[in-house]
């Protein structure tokens, strides 16, 4: 039956959820199958590019106490910080100097940073470079989001983590899922580059909870999405709860090619946090992105959304070359 299924998504035939549950519960030979394919369209509607984009994670302060996360309000035991706008400025400038054409400015929801301010940034590192600007902040008003376009930001990236809504309200105290979608569609409206993502391995969540958020991301519709695991950070309510499962995400992430051709499908850190082997591996089956944190060293330890080791930091220049020469060697090429 996969493979009826399979010519459906091949075909552009709108897939139900239950089809996509099926092929999650398929077996390890069809799943073959089923990664190959998965590369195939990767490769017919992305090329065989691997966008690499500069991440800035400018403030661990956030008003919200979503359940997962090191960076939630009531976490008393991380030292915040909040990166100056020159500072951010000034790292955007030197990433650009590096080779990156897009990136990423990333924060907890921290109201210190007023739209104004942010507008202020996007619109310097516009005067100064070519690159092209993520904003990732959480949730804003209509308005807010049309003043930071207006400003010159592209794009947008803001989760959804599930598309279960009792999962969600679990997970966040501070906020609905009716109100996330909300964003995600005004984001849309507005002409952003409109990107979510979800995790895997939520403590709750089913086969049919991944297809909900495979066919969430459709409807948007979204052009990028992060899909990784889920790992439990000490620091928060869902401390003694299992990560999810690299394969499983895999699996994810090659359906959500599947069903949404030309997305851009980011290899998350996450996955590589769990086995570094399947972040590379998870390029044959449907990723076509890679991020890489720029953030200035003496910060980068602090933004801890889940516990991760950093490895051996170098300049934004060499950090850059090193990620290129990995990316070659995937037999791709960088971007």
Same mark, same amino acid.
């Not at 054409?101 to 907890?108: A, E, I, W, Y």
């Given at each position: 039956?996969?493979?009826?299924?399979?010519?459906?998504?091949?075909?552009?035939?709108?897939?139900?959820?239950?089809?996509?549950?099926?092929?999650?519960?398929?077996?390890?030979? +069809?799943?073959?199958?089923?990664?190959?394919?998965?590369? @195939?369209?990767?490769?017919?509607? =992305?090329?065989?590019?691997?966008?690499?984009?500069?991440?800035? @994670?400018?403030?661990?302060?956030?008003?919200?106490?979503?359940?997962?996360?090191?960076?939630?309000?009531?976490? #008393?035991?991380?030292?915040?910080?909040? =990166?100056?706008?020159?500072?951010?400025?000034?790292? +955007?400038? $030197?990433?650009?100097?590096?080779?990156?054409?897009? *990136?990423?400015?990333?924060?907890?929801?921290?109201?210190?940073?007023?739209?104004?301010?942010? #507008?202020?940034?996007?619109?310097?590192?516009?005067?100064?470079?070519?690159?092209?600007?993520?904003? !990732?902040?959480?949730?804003?008003?209509?308005?807010?989001? !049309?003043?930071?376009?207006?400003?010159?930001?592209?794009?947008?990236?803001?989760?959804? $983590?599930?598309?279960?809504?009792?999962?969600?309200?679990?997970?966040?105290?501070?906020?609905?899922?009716?109100?996330?979608?909300?964003?995600?569609?005004?984001?849309?409206?507005?002409?952003?580059?409109?990107?979510?993502?979800? =995790?895997?391995?939520?403590?709750?969540?089913?086969?049919?909870?991944?297809?909900?958020?495979?066919?969430?991301?459709? !409807?948007?519709?979204?052009?990028?999405?992060?899909?990784?695991?889920?790992?439990?950070?000490?620091?928060?309510?869902?401390?003694?709860?299992?990560?999810?499962?690299?394969?499983?995400?895999?699996?994810?992430? +090659?359906?959500?090619?599947? /069903?949404?051709?030309?997305?851009?499908?980011?290899?998350?850190?996450?996955?590589? *946090?769990?086995? !570094?082997? $399947?972040?590379?591996?998870?390029?044959?089956?449907?990723?076509? /992105? /890679? =991020?890489?944190?720029?953030?200035?060293?003496?910060?980068? @330890?602090?933004?801890?959304?889940?516990?991760?080791?950093?490895?051996?930091?170098?300049?934004?220049?060499? $950090?850059?070359?090193?990620?290129?020469?990995? /990316?070659?060697?995937?037999?791709?090429?960088?971007?």
């Amino acid at each position: 039956m996969y493979k009826c299924i399979l010519k459906d998504l091949k075909n552009n035939l709108k897939p139900t959820a239950g089809l996509l549950e099926h092929l999650l519960n398929a077996d390890e030979l +069809a799943w073959l199958n089923i990664f190959k394919q998965a590369d @195939e369209i990767r490769r017919e509607y =992305m090329g065989n590019t691997v966008h690499i984009r500069a991440i800035i @994670e400018f403030s661990n302060y956030c008003r919200r106490k979503c359940a997962y996360c090191g960076l939630n309000s009531t976490n #008393g035991k991380i030292t915040r910080y909040r =990166m100056q706008p020159e500072e951010i400025i000034a790292t +955007a400038i $030197e990433g650009f100097k590096a080779g990156y054409r897009t *990136v990423v400015l990333q924060s907890g929801e921290d109201p210190w940073y007023t739209p104004e301010i942010l #507008g202020d940034i996007v619109k310097e590192i516009k005067k100064n470079t070519d690159l092209s600007i993520t904003l !990732s902040c959480g949730e804003m008003s209509y308005d807010d989001y !049309s003043y930071l376009r207006k400003c010159g930001a592209d794009r947008y990236l803001l989760k959804h $983590e599930t598309a279960d809504e009792n999962i969600y309200s679990k997970l966040h105290s501070c906020g609905t899922l009716e109100n996330r979608i909300n964003c995600l569609k005004n984001l849309k409206k507005l002409g952003y580059e409109t990107g979510s993502g979800f =995790m895997i391995g939520l403590p709750w969540q089913t086969g049919e909870t991944i297809a909900r958020d495979i066919l969430l991301l459709n !409807s948007i519709p979204c052009d990028m999405a992060g899909i990784g695991p889920f790992i439990p950070n000490g620091n928060t309510p869902l401390r003694d709860y299992a990560a999810g499962s690299p394969l499983l995400t895999k699996k994810a992430v +090659a359906l959500a090619r599947l /069903v949404i051709k030309n997305i851009h499908l980011p290899a998350t850190t996450a996955l590589g *946090v769990l086995d !570094s082997a $399947e972040k590379n591996d998870v390029f044959s089956c449907g990723a076509n /992105v /890679v =991020m890489r944190k720029i953030t200035p060293p003496k910060y980068r @330890e602090l933004y801890k959304i889940y516990p991760i080791d950093l490895g051996e930091i170098k300049s934004i220049k060499d $950090e850059r070359i090193d990620l290129e020469n990995a /990316v070659r060697v995937l037999h791709r090429n960088p971007l």
